[in-house]
Each structure stands twice: as C-alpha cells, then as structure tokens.
C-alpha cells in the first residue's frame, strides 16, 4: 500500500475531499483532477497505480476520459474506478461495460470503497 498513487477525477469538492481524507489516511499518496481532461493529462503525466473517475465531469465525461486512457498506450493498464451518483438500474452495466474496473456509487459506503480500492491494487501490483 505504500507509495501507491491514486488520481481522484472528481468535480464535487465534498466528494473529493471524502475521498482524500479517506486514502490519505489508508496511506495512499492522492493527486487530483476536476475535469476528464486534467484528469487524463495527469494519468499521462504521473501514471499512477488506480484512477478514482467520476462518470459526471465538466468538459468530457468520465466515459470519454476512460476511452483516452485505454486508447493510449502509456495509460491502458492502469486500472480505472467509475464512481458515480448515477444508480439506475442499467448505468452500473453501462459502466462496467465502458471497460471501467470496477463501480462505486456514490454517495459512498467506506468500508466497501476502501475495500474495493484495496483490491484492485491488488490485482495491479506487480
């Protein structure tokens, strides 16, 4: 867990800082994005371990950011979390079929979001 950086891709800043404090405090090293394009550009830049992407953006929405990543190469193996408010009964499908990693509804449940974020490192390490 040590000196894995997750990039948060989040325009809301009470969501954003949730989720700072909540990894920080886990000891992950956070950077941080409010739109798909700074978001995408700092994946590019700093290639961090998990990218934390909110679906609903200003300028391209996470969908679209999640394809510039995996189109790349520098940037299409790293794993990408959707998180959205978004909990129809098909947006979680929509997303997972995107090709997004994994899926966090929001607002989130912290056990089950560390959790997660816990084991997609995991299944990336290495």
């Known amino acids: 867990m040590a000196n ?11 969501s954003q800082k949730l989720v700072r404090d909540l990894l920080t405090f886990k000891g992950y090293e956070i ?13 590019q830049e700093r290639r961090p371990n998990l990218v ?7 300028g391209i929405d996470g969908i679209e ?12 193996g790293i794993p990408v979390m959707a998180m959205t408010a978004s909990v129809m009964a098909g ?3 929509k997303v997972l079929d995107a ?6 509804s929001k607002p989130i449940n912290v056990k ?3 959790a997660t974020v816990a084991q997609i ?4 390490r290495g």
Do not use: N, Y
């Open 4 to 14: 894995e950086v997750i990039l948060v891709v989040e325009d809301d800043r009470k």
């Open 31 to 43: 950077i941080e994005a409010e739109t798909g394009e700074e978001g995408v550009r700092l994946a």
């Open 52 to 58: 934390l992407m909110d679906i609903r953006l200003p």
């Open 65 to 76: 950011a999640l394809g510039r990543l995996r189109s790349a190469v520098a940037t299409r």
């Open 91 to 93: 947006d979680r499908q």
């Open 99 to 104: 090709g997004f990693d994994a899926f966090q």
């Open 112 to 114: 089950d979001f560390l």
């Open 121 to 124: 490192l995991e299944r990336h």
